[in-house]
């Protein structure tokens, strides 16, 4: 066999796209050493590669958290039984995913102890006690925290039992102030999920049916992978004061009068992980935004044996440049492996830039830049490394902006009725537009017959639809329809 086709070799085991998705799927995220399953059914383990995504978005939105006004705290991760069933919409719509705590150290536990889905009702008890006068408002937190959810049904970082997640909570003196945070929060989530991770969204309200359970409205940004199927990338609830009856939190008005706080809630978790490799990666493996990539650039020294600590000098120095311009770099200098393998290595797992350095580069004064998602090779001066490597990065992340978008929008059908839809769903992938009568039976059929559901009323849209899908009566919203994980 040639060196080649040994090199090549390596990425084998990647079923491609077109053959089976979900395959590929599991295929990369386990080469690309992402993650490994857990001895407890629909949990996984973060490997460092996959956890150090996971740090790099948590600390860009932490940061953007904090701009807004926001502060980190932690709550606990059991909840009484009790606090459940003072919100009976919010109780119903978790029951079947929740795990129960039922005894501790042998004994029976006098009431039973949730562990934590979701924080609101934990909030909410702490928020009675907290909030006196709407000078105590608002109240802006954040969590970053685990969460558990009993899912029938798991895919690792999309779906699992246990997943991380952050959820912030508010609370507010006036609708007004109220929707102006949940509306503040989803552009956010639309800014950071677009500029940091390269994944186009489209920003809309939820169908009644789709809300979170308590909420009185829930908006979204929806993503679409490279299959069709939509991924819900982040939320924001309003929850008017639904939760503040329930937990009797009260303030003194400033007109001297006891008034309900009206809450938000709003979150996203650890499957932005999973839209992120789905939207991106290729048959080769993984394609990673510079942003959010563990490693930026790698570096590969070349060359025959003779010249080899030359080489590897050259590029220890060039590592060090880099790192200390605040690239994220690494450097393979193993003897034993061929340039090329490596080159299929880091291909598959997703590294955004390749650096290669030889001996006649070295003396050329050059290297040349590789870059993961247009193959492009550039001949670059030693001399200017750090801001060609800054550059080719800033292209990369925007090529791979451009690249999702464009796939979006050549998978967005514009729709008439719902055997227009079936009829494509046969041969195509994406997300329907359709014109929506608003009732739940027209929702409900359209799912049944299709597996689609409505991802979100969008707020802007090119084209508007006068009928709905189903009935032909006039519709009262223009929707998107997927397919979702």
């Known amino acids: 066999m040639s ?60 940061r953007r958290f904090k701009e807004t006004g926001h502060r980190n705290a932690y709550f606990p991760l059991f909840i009484p039984e009790s606090f459940f069933e003072k919100e009976k919409e919010h109780v119903e719509g978790f029951n079947p995913e929740l795990p129960w705590v039922t005894e501790a150290g042998g004994d029976p536990l006098e009431e039973r102890l949730a562990i934590r889905p979701t924080s609101e009702t934990m909030f909410g008890h702490m928020y009675s006690k907290w909030i006196q006068s709407y000078r105590d408002l608002p109240v802006l937190i954040n969590q970053w925290a685990n969460v558990v959810r009993w899912e ?19 609370a507010h003196e006036t609708h007004e102030e109220a929707m102006e945070e949940t509306m503040r929060m989803l552009d956010v989530y639309t800014e950071f999920v677009q ?84 939207v991106h990666g290729d048959d080769r493996g993984l394609a990673l935004p510079p942003k959010v990539a563990p490693k930026q650039v790698m570096i590969i020294p070349i060359g025959p044996p003779k010249t080899r600590d030359m080489v590897v000098g050259r590029a220890d120095e060039l590592f060090a440049e880099l790192k200390k311009a605040g690239v994220r770099v690494g450097i393979d200098d193993r003897a034993d492996v061929r340039p090329g393998w490596k080159f299929n290595e880091y291909e598959m797992r997703g590294i ?63 729709i008439d009725t719902l055997d227009d839809m079936k009829a494509i769903m046969e041969e195509k992938r994406g997300f329907f537009i359709a014109g929506w009568d608003g009732t739940e039976e027209t929702e409900r059929k359209v799912k049944e017959e299709t597996g689609a559901t409505i991802r979100n009323i969008p707020f802007q849209l090119d084209v508007q639809k006068d009928k709905c899908l189903v009935t032909g009566q006039p519709a009262k919203h223009t929707v998107v329809f997927a397919r979702a994980y």
């Not at 080469?31 to 059914?41: E, G, I, T």
């Open 352 to 414: 955004p830039v390749r650096l290669e350095v030889g001996p006649r580069d070295i003396e050329n004064g050059v290297c040349v830049l590789v870059s993961r998602i247009t193959g492009e090779k550039k001949q670059v001066p030693l001399e200017n490394i750090v801001a060609e490597v800054q550059a080719m990065l800033e292209q990369v992340q925007q090529e791979m902006y451009t690249r999702a978008l464009a796939f979006r929008e050549e998978n967005m059908h514009v």
């Open 195 to 278: 500029d940091f991770l390269a994944i186009p969204v489209i920003k809309g309200q939820k169908s009644p049916s789709e809300k979170f359970a308590g909420a009185k409205a829930t908006y979204s940004i929806e993503a679409m992978m490279k299959d069709g199927r939509a991924v819900q990338a982040g939320t924001s609830h309003y929850m008017g004061t639904n939760f503040a009856e329930a937990f009797d939190i009260q303030f003194l008005s400033r007109e001297n009068t006891q008034e309900y706080a009206h809450t938000t809630s709003w979150g996203v978790s650890t499957r932005l992980i999973g839209a992120l490799i789905m």
């Open 3 to 62: 060196n080649e086709k040994q090199d090549k070799q390596f990425v084998t085991e990647i079923t491609p796209q077109s053959e089976d998705f979900s395959r590929w799927y599991i295929d990369v995220i386990k080469k690309a050493d992402l993650m490994d399953y857990s001895p407890v059914r629909g949990c996984i383990v973060f490997r460092p590669d996959g956890y150090e995504i996971w740090e790099h978005i948590q600390q860009d939105l932490d």
């Open 152 to 170: 029938k049904r798991t895919l690792p970082f999309l779906r699992t039992s246990e997943f991380l997640w952050q959820e912030g909570h508010t």
